[in-house]
């Protein structure tokens, strides 16, 4: 009988890049049984982009892609869970929530949480279970740092209390997983011991890639994602779009772009050169990145998140795999990537503007070589080292060591 892994989770879409399309898949085809447990808001389960689904996946329990999904009200969960941060003697007040009852109940061999407050739910899972002499594994898949040190929305006393719970709750986890070598050091630094495994948010390897000419004075930028807190300004889109095209044949395009009951209203003398896809199917973004020539990142207020400058984000590894160059301000984990691979610019400033970013594309577009060099740079570094195949293959060593099955790949 396969062995089943039960996925919690509690405020992610269920159908998150990483959770659902890159994890839980992989999981499935490696021959594991397996179930996420995923919440609803106002009755509905989510999009990516927030938007609630009203006329499809509506059941409580049902199955999609081979993946069982069960959803609860995120609701009911928030008052027990927030119980993480009282003293240890009410922990167990907290465990009384449906995101926990709902996990014991699929009685699964692994579990594998993906938020703080879901850990705190996998912790109640495992202690239950133990109590009915079943010993489960737990996994706690940490897409960010947190808490964030240098998160200034938080008080230092209320940080300081999270980290302290965290890293009890880290003392009862089996396995770490995390999406940079610099969030691995962080947990590192604070128990050696702990078991620590990177697995980046690649995708898979895009097979309709062809190289790109490069030919041509017109210039195409790229962000892709969520617009949102601290990431992917509208204003710095519109302000070196403006610069740009008035010196050179420019386009930006958005792929993806602002959340539910947002919008990004652009001025009507840009509209033919900031192009909005809206929000596009996963496994198509590569075909909108087929006449893209440099991708954007920009995180703001680094000063007070150590988290950002940690970051590997989903559109990082996006824009590789379509061997795309990409521009950065000065985030520590995504500099020393690009500059060791040499598929990329970094403005050397944490705090770049639309300026600095304009300049930088171009001096990119005079310089069509140097993108083609990079673009090779950006597709080669996929292909041999972090497409999601080889990450696949780093998920699957977590899991065999965790069951104490023998067999190991190599990466």
């Avoid at 300004?233 to 610069?243: A, H, L, P, V, W």
């Avoid at 570094?381 to 977590?398: D, F, K, S």
Wanted: net charge neutral; proline share 3%; hydrophobic share 35%.
């Amino acid at each position: 009988m396969s062995k089943k892994v039960c996925m919690l989770v509690s405020e992610h879409p269920f159908l998150d890049s990483r959770i659902f399309k890159r994890e839980a898949k992989s999981l499935k085809k490696l021959g594991y049984d397996v179930t996420m447990i995923v919440p609803r808001k106002d009755g509905y389960l989510f999009d990516i982009d927030g938007t609630p689904f009203k006329d499809t996946y509506l059941s409580q329990r049902f199955t999609h892609e081979g993946i069982t999904i069960i959803n609860y009200d995120f609701r009911e969960s928030r008052n027990s869970l927030s119980k993480v941060v009282s003293p240890l003697a009410q922990w167990e007040q907290g465990f009384n929530n449906p995101l926990t009852e709902l996990g014991v109940q699929e009685n699964a061999d692994v579990y594998h949480v993906h938020e703080y407050l879901s850990l705190f739910a996998g912790i109640g899972v495992k202690r239950r279970m133990n109590q009915q002499q079943k010993h489960v594994k737990l996994i706690y898949d940490s897409h960010e740092l947190t808490p964030d040190p240098f998160d200034s929305r938080n008080s230092k006393q209320h940080r300081e209390n999270l980290k302290e719970k965290l890293l009890v709750m880290l003392k009862e986890v089996d396995y770490i997983i995390t999406i940079s070598h610099a969030i691995k050091s962080w947990f590192l630094s604070q128990d050696p011991t702990f078991a620590v495994e990177v697995i980046y948010n690649s995708p898979p390897l895009a097979t309709k890639y062809k190289p790109k000419n490069f030919s041509g004075d017109k210039l195409v930028a790229c962000y892709e994602g969520n617009i949102d807190y601290k990431r992917g300004s509208k204003n710095k889109i519109t302000q070196m779009t403006e610069i740009c095209s008035k010196s050179i044949d420019f386009q930006f395009k958005v792929i993806g772009g602002t959340r539910f009951g947002d919008s990004f209203v652009l001025p009507d003398h840009l509209k033919n050169n900031v192009i909005l896809t809206g929000w596009v199917d996963y496994y198509s973004i590569g075909e909108y990145m087929k006449d893209v020539d440099v991708g954007w990142i920009d995180y703001e207020d680094l000063n007070d998140s150590l988290n950002r400058s940690y970051a590997m984000p989903n559109k990082f590894f996006s824009y590789l795999n379509n061997g795309v160059p990409i521009i950065v301000n000065r985030c520590h984990e995504m500099e020393s990537f690009l500059r060791e691979h040499r598929c990329g610019l970094v403005i050397d400033k944490k705090d770049a503007t639309a300026k600095d970013y304009a300049e930088a594309m171009l001096y990119l577009a005079k310089n069509k070589e140097l993108v083609r060099t990079m673009s090779m740079n950006a597709r080669n570094v996929m292909e041999e080292i972090y497409c999601w195949e080889q990450m696949e293959v780093r998920l699957a060593n977590v899991y065999q060591q965790l069951l104490q099955q023998t067999t190991l790949f190599d990466v």
